[in-house]
């Protein structure tokens, strides 16, 4: 299983950034996929799930209405848009085989992490 994200990096309060994720070593259009990130000093913060097919999203409070997660199974390829971001969204971004907030708890199923840092 390989997951590699990319996309991160510098933007200033209210930006939008793009993450993306190549999946790889499993069949991806069979499994649901989640976004993790964490800040430093603190623990894994689960933030969004997609279903297999794409058709089921599920969002922290924290960043519903801001950030979109979606898939493409032809591509086993995993994003999130990120919309309206907030010094608070700065973060090591993670992608994660696996749904909700169980997938803090299994590292193993993350990515390497694309950093995010929002700042002026």
């Known amino acids: 299983v390989q997951l590699v994200e990319s996309g991160g990096g510098m933007v200033q309060p209210g930006g939008s950034l793009r993450l993306s994720c190549a999946a790889s070593g499993f069949t991806f259009s069979s499994a649901a996929m989640s976004w993790v990130r964490q800040a430093p000093g603190k623990g894994p913060e689960w933030i969004s799930s997609?279903?297999?097919?794409?058709?089921?999203?599920y969002y922290a409070d924290s960043v519903k209405g801001r950030f979109t997660i979606s898939r493409d199974n032809a591509k086993n390829t995993l994003y999130l848009q990120m919309n309206s971001l907030k010094r608070e969204d700065t973060a090591l971004y993670y992608c994660a085989r696996g749904w909700g907030r169980a997938v803090t708890t299994t590292r193993g199923s993350w990515g390497q992490g694309t950093q995010v840092t929002v700042s002026s």
């Open positions: 997609i279903s297999t097919a794409g058709i089921t999203t």
